[in-house]
């Protein structure tokens, strides 16, 4: 695409910097609305990512999916940069077009850290996907026992139902994931 895209893409954090303190054109998106800030994000370069807000890229850019550079830090478990774009005033209850929020991908990733932070901000336990999913029923279903721990601590619902009526235990026992479903059993999860 161009240079600063390329040295971003390559995880070139020297390079990058380089290029956007010469005047490199970073306005510019992929077909999908991918933006050099959602690679940089993803990719969890920190100093790229805070250069890049500091000229004015809005925190919460959307692909055409409706997919944030949140979402992808989340996705891609870069906690350091999750943390400076929640502090740069990212919006975590923002949903992508499935309806998931970047506290189902850090569940779905098994990333502590963020479920923590997430947590720690207030969000929505029990958001539901567009099939009915909540982070519980995909930690349950990855097998992330400490990420249902945390979640079922803090007060998930462990008998909710998704669109076809599964349970997190139940997609847990369909994957054979046995400490997490000692973990529902215990609480007392349907």
């Known amino acids: ?11 070139d954090t020297t390079e990058a910097l380089k290029l956007l303190n010469s005047g490199e054109n970073f306005n510019i998106k992929e077909p999908n609305g991918i933006t050099l800030l959602h690679v940089a994000a993803k990719m969890g370069m920190v100093e790229v990512t805070e250069l890049l807000l500091s000229k004015g890229i809005p925190v919460d850019i959307l692909t055409l999916d409706n997919v944030t550079p949140l979402h992808l830090t ?17 919006n975590f209850r923002l949903k992508e077009s499935d309806g998931w929020t970047p506290l189902h991908w850090a569940a779905y990733r098994g990333c502590e850290p963020i479920v923590t932070e997430l947590l720690e901000l207030g969000a929505d336990l029990n958001e539901k996907d567009n ?7 995909i930690a349950s279903q990855q ?9 079922l601590n803090k007060g ?5 139902t ?15 994931r046995r400490e997490v479903i000692l973990l529902l059993t215990q609480t007392g999860g349907n």
């Open 1 to 11: 695409m161009n240079k600063l895209f390329d040295a971003v893409y390559n995880n």
């Open 74 to 90: 989340a996705a891609r478990q870069k906690p350091a940069t999750f943390s400076l774009l929640i502090k740069k005033g990212a």
């Open 162 to 176: 998704n669109h076809v009526g599964q349970t997190p235990k139940d997609l847990a026992v369909l994957q054979d």
């Open 143 to 151: 097998g992330h026992a400490s990420v249902v721990k945390r979640l």
């Open 131 to 137: 099939d009915g999913w909540t982070p519980l029923h």
């Open 156 to 160: 998930a619902d462990s008998f909710v």
